[in-house]
């Protein structure tokens, strides 16, 4: 199967919608791998005498009372991490990572004080995923197993450099590809993982041109990648080695990976970066090829399984200011002016629930997660109609997947499988002038698409330090003999997930959330149904 196909299954199956309380099929599915009771039973409240639910290839019964052990070692079996050393009968040699050459010694300079000052990670160390225990699954942005919403610890492994290691790093090639759309912090990446390589004493590194397509165009060769060479590509925007959607048949990609004599390959992407990652580290374990496979999540919509935050997203929450501020000012300096903001977000609001939340001059967000109509007493143009018969004007911010139900269809699709949405900006744009006009008063709108200026800038400082620790574990992880994984950030510690766990589906934005409930409280707006 071709990486872009896989592509088209990633998106099919997270077509499902939103729901709220505790049995919300997509996200229990997403998160905790099993389908709760039907949507139906759901709105007849949460408290159900029998509940049965599917964990993985668990068939899961609340009424034993061992669920909850069957639970846990289910979880511990889906997060364990590949490792090389389940093809190959490996022994694993001292790291060469050590920051001892850098460092003053104390004391008399004994073994442990030395090993506490290099800072090696313990292979058994993990970090707790998950840590508000919630009371009721009414509680907000409750997300909970069993209808009682009991608590269960959710473990992963725990990112960082160990001890020992499954690679010469004199005889490693490494290669770093970068993958899909633009994004702030490509460049941040590269760079660590580079120095982080040289660092172990790696020496042959190189950079696959154009994403997934470097591997298999004519003419496109790989570029030699040193210290000197990426010293300060973090200081533009964009990817020094090129992105490009889409990609060749997995065998193909693999093909020349052995060719390469390729034995880390570092892919920086998305979902569907990361599901052709996946392929690719099964088909090196298929042809028993003693390559790590590592992901570095990449999305500007912050829209990856169980991370706390995608680098590139406080950036555009950061650039999204400028173009709000830009409605703001416009809205308010025109008689009965409306400014209207268009995001990123195909199927997650979190970047235009975030910048409204730290804009403070949004009056309506629109998001994916949240349905809404347009006409009608309840609707956006009600509202709007009323915000300037009380303030004078408005501006609102919607997400690009906003309202795409509204919208027809396309079935067309990108390289890389996603489904080219409709324009709801333009739409949205086009609704207020004419509703406006039909009621007979003057409206001066305003619409600003500030797509590519937000993901094509630097890595904000913020972003800049995500990069940097996120690019840095890639090679900890590979070094250590890890493959099929991703470096990622959950509840605020650095952790390796597998990579099928984090690809299930895109996050979404819980309506039932905190953070949705302050957005609102912010702009105010009512529900719109």
């Not at 919403?149 to 450099?161: M, N, T, Y």
């Not at 333009?426 to 200026?453: E, N, R, S």
């Amino acid at each position: 199967m071709s990486l872009s196909g896989m592509a088209v299954m990633l998106k099919a199956s997270t077509s499902s919608a939103v729901q709220q309380q505790w049995c919300h099929r997509t996200r229990d599915q997403c998160q905790y791998g099993f389908t709760s009771v039907s949507e139906r039973k759901c709105r007849k409240r949460y408290l159900l005498l029998h509940v049965r639910a599917i964990s993985g290839k668990l068939d899961l019964d609340f009424s034993d009372p061992t669920w909850k052990q069957k639970y846990q070692e289910d979880w511990d079996r889906r997060f364990s991490l590949p490792h090389i050393t389940d093809i190959y009968d490996l022994e694993p040699r001292t790291t060469t990572f050590s920051l001892k050459k850098n460092r003053t010694p104390l004391g008399d300079g004994d073994v442990s004080s030395t090993d506490m000052r290099n800072g090696y990670v313990n292979k058994d160390d993990r970090a707790l995923l998950k840590v508000i225990k919630y009371a009721s699954p009414n509680s907000a942005g409750a997300e909970c197993i069993d209808p009682d919403c009991s608590w269960v610890e959710h473990w992963v492994h725990r990112a960082g450099p160990r001890k020992e290691i499954y690679y010469e790093p004199e005889e490693v090639k490494a290669a770093i590809v970068t993958c899909g759309g633009l994004c702030p912090g490509l460049n941040d990446v590269i760079r660590q993982i580079v120095f982080t390589l040289e660092t172990y004493g790696v020496k042959n590194i190189v950079g696959i041109p154009f994403g997934y397509r470097g591997f298999f165009e004519k003419g496109l060769k790989e570029m030699p990648l040193s210290r000197d060479v990426v010293e300060n590509i973090n200081l533009s925007g964009g990817s020094f080695l090129g992105v490009s959607r889409g990609g060749a048949q997995t065998s193909e990609i693999v093909d020349s990976i052995q060719a390469r004599r390729i034995d880390m390959l570092f892919v920086i992407g998305g979902n569907g970066s990361h599901a052709g990652a996946n392929a690719i580290h099964e088909e090196c374990r298929k042809r028993k090829l003693k390559v790590s496979v590592v992901a570095v999540p990449k999305t500007i919509d912050n829209d990856i399984l169980f991370m706390d935050k995608t680098f590139g997203f406080d950036t555009a929450v950061e650039e999204a200011q400028r173009a709000i501020n830009s409605a703001y000012i416009e809205a308010r300096s025109a008689y009965h002016g409306i400014g209207l903001v268009k995001l990123m977000g195909r199927s997650s609001g979190f970047i235009a629930m975030h910048a409204s939340l730290s804009s403070g001059q949004i009056d309506i967000c629109l998001i994916p997660e949240v349905s809404f109509t347009l006409d009608g007493e309840h609707g956006v143009l009600q509202h709007l109609e009323h915000l300037l018969n009380t303030k004078g004007f408005c501006v609102i911010c919607v997400a690009e997947g906003a309202g795409q139900d509204l919208l027809q269809k396309s079935n067309a699709t990108d390289a890389s499988g996603n489904v080219i949405l409709s324009d709801f900006g333009v739409h949205m744009q086009q609704k207020v002038k004419k509703h406006f006009k039909d009621i007979g008063v003057p409206a001066d709108l305003k619409y600003i698409d500030p797509t590519y200026m937000v993901r094509a800038c630097r890595a904000n400082a913020s972003d800049a330090i995500l990069c940097t620790v996120l690019g840095q574990n890639a090679v900890h992880g590979a070094f250590a003999g890890f493959s099929g994984i991703t470096s990622g950030v959950c509840n605020t510690h650095y952790v390796y997930l597998p990579i099928p766990e984090v690809i299930t589906a895109p996050k979404h934005v819980n309506p039932n959330s905190r953070m949705w409930h302050r957005c609102l409280t912010s702009t105010g707006q009512p529900d719109f149904h």
